[in-house]
């Protein structure tokens, strides 16, 4: 796997640093969880079979989410003593899309399917914060789990269907944080993560911006968006894509 062992040496350190740095804190642990299900569409360039042309998706997040999306459901959790901490972030979507153009001419039906799982695991340092506001800055690794398959049937040529899966694992640094509106239980928070660079994919880049209402000391909702890009390629796999859509949140703190 291109970069695997670079990039968990780096998450390994970041964790660690974190880790050690936090237990020689004397303060308490603050913990959050939340539960969410990102409704995100996919546009993009996907190719998993040699010697036939790339596969263009686009599944737009207004006009066809509903209809094309299978499964869509995640989770996010953080651990905090005092400015230091750790979070982790797994996200699972089933995207299908009916209509892969390149292969018109040889098949009629022709069904492109991504099922992935996005695992992130990163240290975290509170730059700037009080109970109010608060600026994080974190660095880790991202793990990456993209099955591809086609469905190829009708027309001149044999039916056929293709599976395939590639796995890797990207650097990740970024910022993130969060804001009560005066003295209203209201709050914006949002984020940006950058990663790969060479080491996994090329390039990857990560925003998202949610307004959340704080109903108790215990819990809050969330209405958001996120757009998410990537850009993978080795040997006969490329995967370029785009991912943008509605968050839906519920979070613990305790």
């Given at each position: ?30 913990t ?11 546009k ?7 010697g ?15 209809g ?10 953080e ?10 972030d ?58 591809s ?48 660079f ?47 859509g ?9």
């Amino acid at each position: 796997m291109k970069g695997a062992w670079p990039c968990g040496m780096v998450g390994i350190l970041f964790l660690c640093i974190f880790a050690r740095a936090a237990l020689a804190s004397g303060e308490q642990w603050e913990t959050k969880i939340a539960l969410y299900s990102w409704l995100a569409g996919q546009k993009g360039t996907v190719a998993t079979l040699p010697g036939l042309p790339s596969t263009d998706i686009d599944v737009d997040f207004f006009d066809d989410i509903l209809g094309n999306i299978n499964g869509a459901l995640s989770l996010y959790a953080e651990m905090r003593k005092g400015r230091w901490g750790a979070m982790t972030d797994i996200v699972y979507s089933d995207i299908e899309d009916e209509d892969a153009t390149p292969y018109r001419l040889l098949w009629q039906a022709v069904t492109s399917r991504t099922k992935s799982w996005i695992v992130s695991a990163a240290g975290q340092y509170r730059l700037v914060g009080n109970d109010r506001t608060f600026m994080d800055a974190f660095g880790g690794v991202r793990y990456w789990s993209v099955d591809s398959q086609l469905s190829l049937t009708g027309g001149p040529a044999v039916d056929r269907k293709i599976a395939n899966t590639e796995d890797w694992l990207d650097p990740m640094v970024g910022l993130k944080g969060q804001r009560y509106l005066d003295a209203s239980n209201i709050f914006i928070n949002g984020g940006l993560a950058l990663g790969g660079f060479g080491m996994g994919s090329d390039f990857m880049w990560d925003a998202w911006a949610n307004l959340g209402y704080q109903w108790t000391q215990t819990l809050a909702i969330t209405l958001g968006y996120r757009y998410l890009d990537v850009d993978y390629e080795k040997d006969d796999f490329l995967y370029d894509v785009a991912q943008q859509g509605l968050v839906l949140g519920l979070g613990w703190q305790f």
